[in-house]
Nanobody
């Protein structure tokens, strides 16, 4: 299973970016898909999750500014980020719970988002 993110880049404060994640490989099913970002202490901080049925949950920092969506047929997920702030600067990682023979966590390589003026 491979998760590949794209869409990172540089944006000014108040701007928008759309991140994408595509799951590829041989697997039976994809459960929850999520976005995380790296904290200064090198831990991954949860940003948002979307279930296969489209139920969404957001961290307080993302609520009202970010929108997570997915396409189950294409095994893709997106994060539309708006009103970006300096503190959103980070590496964003795609996560998916994928079933091959059993369920397991998979991670993408990360995509950099830089918010600066």
């Amino acid at each position: 299973v491979q998760l590949v993110e794209s869409g990172g880049g540089w944006v000014q404060p108040g701007g928008s970016l759309r991140l994408s994640c595509t799951a590829s490989g041989s697997f039976a099913s994809v459960n929850d898909m999520s976005w995380y970002r790296q904290t200064p202490g090198n831990k991954r901080e949860w940003v948002a999750t979307i279930s296969p049925g489209g139920n969404t949950n957001y961290a307080a920092s993302a609520k009202g500014r970010f929108v997570i969506t997915r396409d189950n047929f294409k095994n893709t997920m997106e994060l539309q980020m708006s009103d970006l702030k300096l503190e959103d600067t980070n590496t964003y990682y795609c996560n998916a719970i994928v079933k091959i023979r059993s369920w397991a966590d998979y991670w993408g390589q990360g995509t950099q988002v830089t918010v600066s003026s």
